[in-house]
């Protein structure tokens, strides 16, 4: 019993780094300190990868594959679902998302018996809708989830078609080979929503024309309402529900003025895609990797290098690029605990997705098991402190 005790004392008393750096492993994926990965598996249309690296006190980006049957029942369509999330202000959105997004989209699929965009449409939707009942119930306890979002951005293959739906800036990015040269050219499938894009603020300056100040050029970035940079997500209720911008919400999120429509939207931007012969890969990641690597630099990373790890291996590319402008070593980088990491690096989720045209053909006709595989982190529950920590260190985000 006394040596117990002297084992958790010794515990607490070590550097923080050391008490997270550990590593474990399991069917769906491994752990490693702040990295987690899972460097390949077997989806209906062929071959993935997944790896997430923290750089937050909380992992914020959230992030799913589902393949199989893609509705409740059986015989609605078979195919794969894809799905990263990146939260941002707290993990609740985040998480909720990964919790509810891919069941209201089987919902709606077993309706339709087809999956379609209109169906990705409500799925997005119901889940927005979902969160707000959410924040609603936790206003009076807990509200400052009202300025709690996510980004999110999803793709379903289905049947030879690629459906790719985004809220923010994460990103998709297709490779595709050109038979002529053997090269493969990196095609961005996802259109972004964040102010940093001149079309974006226009779009916002017409959807409010009479509002001068919806878009702020702050610290030399451009921000909506000078709080956000990006135009579109799930949550964000203080900026869409004009009751949830008064106190007791933190005054840093508060508008000095009432707002009579929202101002920001959860409508996604979906793109349609069928899929040729030519369509190697699809990368799905956040906007931590993009921050680092260009679309076709992370296409030829892929391209160049063996399936096994390709995820973990891009996220080992960002993060070199990262302690690179910083003028340090990347084994330094790798040492600095989370929290402190977010000043580096923000949180990166990459999953890639292989299309291997043969295993499609039969993916449409022939029944596959269900696969379900969240990327995760070392990250906590929400309101739960780390083992020897201070409420301060545990709630510094």
Not at 41 to 51: C, L, R
Not at 277 to 302: C, K, M, R, T, Y
Not at 347 to 356: G, N, Q, S, Y
Request: charged residues 25%; neutral net charge; hydrophobic residues 35%.
């Amino acid at each position: 019993m006394l040596s117990g005790l002297m084992n958790f004392l010794k515990a607490c008393f070590r550097p923080r780094s050391d008490r997270y750096v550990h590593t474990r492993s399991d069917i769906n994926g491994r752990q490693d300190g702040l990295l987690w990965y899972k460097d390949q598996g077997q989806h209906v249309n062929g071959e993935f990868s997944m790896a997430v690296v923290q750089a937050n006190n909380l992992l914020e980006d959230q992030s799913q594959i589902e393949s199989g049957s893609l509705s409740l029942h059986d015989s609605g369509p078979y195919g794969t679902f894809v799905g990263v999330y990146d939260g941002h202000g707290g993990p609740e959105t985040s998480r909720y998302i990964n919790d509810h997004l891919f069941q209201h989209l089987k919902r709606f699929t077993s309706e339709q018996q087809a999956m379609s965009a209109d169906v990705i449409r409500k799925a997005y939707q119901a889940t927005e809708e979902g969160f707000l009942s959410l924040v609603t119930r936790q206003w009076p306890v807990k509200p400052q989830i009202a300025a709690v979002g996510s980004c999110c951005l999803v793709g379903v293959v289905s049947g030879g078609t690629l459906y790719v739906a985004n809220l923010g800036d994460s990103r998709a990015v297709l490779g595709r080979l050109v038979e002529a040269t053997g090269e493969v050219l990196a095609i961005q499938l996802s259109t972004e929503h964040n102010a940093c894009h001149e079309s974006v603020r226009q779009e916002l300056q017409a959807l409010h024309p009479d509002d001068k100040q919806i878009v702020v050029l702050k610290h030399n970035v451009w921000r909506v309402k000078g709080l956000i940079q990006i135009s579109r997500s799930i949550g964000d209720v203080y900026l869409k529900k004009a009751e949830f911008n008064r106190e007791p919400l933190y005054a840093k999120f508060r508008l000095r003025e009432p707002f009579k429509k929202p101002i920001l939207s959860a409508e996604p931007s979906i793109s349609v895609h069928q899929l040729q012969p030519d369509d190697q890969f699809v990368i799905f990641a956040s906007d931590g990797l993009w921050e680092h690597l260009s679309n076709q630099d992370a296409v030829d990373i892929v391209q160049n290098h063996p399936r096994s790890g390709i995820a973990r291996r891009l996220v080992k590319a960002a993060l070199q690029e990262a302690a690179k402008k910083r003028e340090m070593r990347y084994s330094d980088l790798k040492k600095i605990d989370r929290g402190v990491r977010r000043h580096f690096h923000d949180d990166i989720t990459v999953i890639v997705v292989f299309l291997d045209s043969n295993v499609m053909s039969r993916a449409t006709s022939v029944k596959s098991s269900n696969i379900s595989v969240r990327g995760g982190g070392i990250s906590l529950p929400p309101n739960t402190l780390a083992p020897c920590t201070t409420p301060a260190e545990a709630g510094d985000t």
